[in-house]
C-alpha cells in the first residue's frame, strides 16, 4: 500500500501526520523517561480525540476496521474497575491513583485506532526499535566504563541500565528481540543481515551477561522457546518444552550474573521463613500470603480500585507489616482490588489478545502470541500493566502487532484528499 493510498484512511493529510507524529513520540518515549511516556500518552489521547469528532461529523463518513476483541475486553475491564469506585475502602487519592494505573490499558485501543494501515504500523514499530537500540548501546557503553551522560538511572553504572530499572529493562530487551526475529524479513530489508544478527546476539548476551533481572532472564528463555517451537517440526515440537530446562541449566553454569541471581531464590525464600522480608523475593512472597488473605475476605468484587494497601493491612490483623502499594503480582492486584470478577476481566484481555492473534498474518501472529506469553508470566513477579513505562511498552507493543499484521480489507467509503501541495518526501 503506498502512502498515498493510507492516507485516504484518514479525513485530511494534517490527520494522517497528527496522527502518525502522535504515535512516533510514544513508539520512541517508551524506551526512555517515564516523563515522556506520560507526555505522548497524553498527546496520544487528545489527537485520538480530535480525530474521532472530525470523523464523527465528517460526510461521507470514514469506515475504519472493526474494534477488536482486544478493545472490548479492555473497556468491558475498565468499566468494571471504574464500578468499583462505588465500593472501594480506598481513599481519594488513591482512587486516582488505581484508575489511572488501570486506564493505561486503553494504549492498546487508542494506537490501533490511530495506525489505520500495516504500513504505517511498520514505521512505529522501526521508530521503536531505534529507540530500543540506542538505550542497548548505552548499556554497552556503561558496561564497557565508556562515559554515557544521557543515562538518568541512579544505579546507571553499576546495573548498566541507562533509563529503566534491573527490572524493566531485559524484559524491554526480550520483546524487541522477539519483533526482530518474527520480522526478520522486513529488518533485512531495511539493514544489512549481518546487522540484525549482530543486534540479535547483542540483545541476547546483554540479557544474559550483564542484565540482572530475573524477569528478563525468565522473558528471555520463554521467547527462544516459542521460536523454537515454530521453528521445529511439528512432530517433534513437544521437545521444545524441554529448552527451558536445557536452556536454564546452562546458563547457571556459563553465566555469573544468572547464576547468583538463581541462587540468592534460595536465600530469600530460606529468609522468608524465618519471617525476614528484606529480599526482594520474601518481600513478594508476603504481599503474595497476604493478597491471598484478603481474596478469601471479600472473594466477588473485591474492595475496589486503589484498595490493595489497605487490604493489605487489613489483612494483616495487627501484625507488623510493610509499607507496599501493590502485591507486585498483576493476578493478585486485579483479584483483590476487582474480586473474582475482575481477575476474570483480566483472564479476558488475555484471551482476547490470544484470540485477536490468531486473525492476523503469521509472523504478526506468532509475535503477539510470544509477548503476550511474556506478558502473563512477568504478571506472575510483578504488574507489568499498571507500571507507568513498562505498561505503555507492552501496550504499544500490542497495538502496533494488532496493526501490521491486520489483513487487509477494501475500505469502501474512504474519502480521499487533495495531495497537491505535499512535500515529495510524504510522498513515498
Not at 70 to 86: D, M, N
Request: net charge positive; glycine share 6%.
Amino acid at each position: 500500500m503506498t502512502l498515498e493510498t493510507e492516507k485516504t484512511l484518514f479525513r485530511t493529510s494534517f490527520d494522517f501526520r497528527l496522527a502518525s507524529t502522535a504515535v512516533a513520540c510514544l513508539a520512541f518515549s517508551i524506551n526512555f523517561g517515564v516523563a515522556l511516556v506520560s507526555l505522548s500518552c497524553l498527546l496520544i489521547l487528545l489527537v485520538s480525540i480530535y480525530i474521532w469528532l472530525g470523523e464523527k461529523f465528517s460526510t461521507p463518513k470514514i469506515e475504519l476496521r472493526k474494534i477488536t476483541a482486544t478493545a472490548w475486553a479492555i473497556f468491558i475491564s475498565l468499566a468494571w474497575i471504574y464500578l468499583s469506585t462505588t465500593w472501594t475502602i480506598s481513599t481519594s487519592d488513591q482512587i486516582g491513583i488505581g484508575l489511572m494505573r488501570y486506564s493505561r490499558l486503553l494504549v492498546i485501543p487508542f494506537v490501533y485506532y490511530l495506525l489505520r494501515t500495516p504500513e504505517q504500523g511498520f514505521r512505529m514499530i522501526t521508530i521503536w526499535v531505534y529507540g530500543q537500540l540506542f538505550v542497548l548501546l548505552s548499556s554497552y557503553m556503561l558496561w564497557l566504563g565508556i562515559p554515557a551522560p544521557w543515562a538518568l538511572e541512579p544505579s546507571a553504572t553499576t546495573n548498566y541500565t541507562p533509563y529503566s530499572s534491573t527490572l524493566e529493562t531485559p524484559i524491554m530487551s526480550a520483546l524487541m528481540f522477539s519483533v526482530l526475529w518474527f520480522f526478520k524479513d522486513y529488518f533485512k530489508k531495511q539493514w544489512n543481515p549481518w546487522v540484525l544478527y549482530l543486534t540479535m546476539g547483542l540483545t541476547l548476551f546483554n540479557i544474559f551477561f550483564i542484565m540482572i533481572g530475573r524477569s528478563g532472564f525468565l522473558s528471555m528463555i520463554l521467547v527462544l522457546t516459542f521460536i523454537a517451537w515454530w521453528l521445529i517440526s511439528k512432530k517433534y515440537r513437544w521437545f521444545v518444552l524441554l529448552l527451558p530446562f536445557v536452556l536454564g541449566f546452562s546458563l547457571f553454569l556459563a553465566s555469573p550474573k544468572f547464576h547468583d541471581r538463581v541462587i540468592s531464590i534460595y536465600s530469600d525464600v530460606t529468609e522468608f521463613q524465618q519471617g525476614k522480608l528484606e529480599s526482594s523475593q520474601a518481600t513478594r512472597l508476603e504481599f503474595w500470603k497476604r493478597s491471598a488473605q484478603a481474596v478469601v475476605e471479600k472473594p466477588i468484587i473485591g474492595y475496589g480500585v486503589g484498595s490493595w494497601p489497605l487490604a493489605y493491612q487489613l489483612a494483616l490483623k495487627g501484625e507488623v507489616g510493610m509499607k507496599a502499594d501493590s502485591p507486585h503480582q498483576q493476578y493478585f492486584l486485579w483479584w483483590v482490588e476487582g474480586g473474582t470478577i475482575g481477575l476474570i476481566c483480566l483472564l479476558g484481555i488475555f484471551a482476547a489478545i490470544y484470540k485477536d492473534s490468531l486473525a492476523l498474518e503469521e509472523s504478526a501472529g506468532r509475535a503477539l502470541i510470544t509477548v503476550l506469553a511474556v506478558l502473563c508470566v512477568v504478571s506472575l513477579m510483578n504488574c507489568p500493566l499498571e507500571g507507568a513505562g513498562i505498561s505503555e511498552y507492552f501496550c504499544f507493543v500490542i497495538a502496533a502487532l494488532l496493526c501490521v499484521g491486520a489483513k487487509p480489507r477494501p475500505h469502501r467509503s474512504a474519502r480521499p484528499f487533495n495531495l497537491q501541495g505535499i512535500p515529495g518526501a510524504m510522498r513515498g
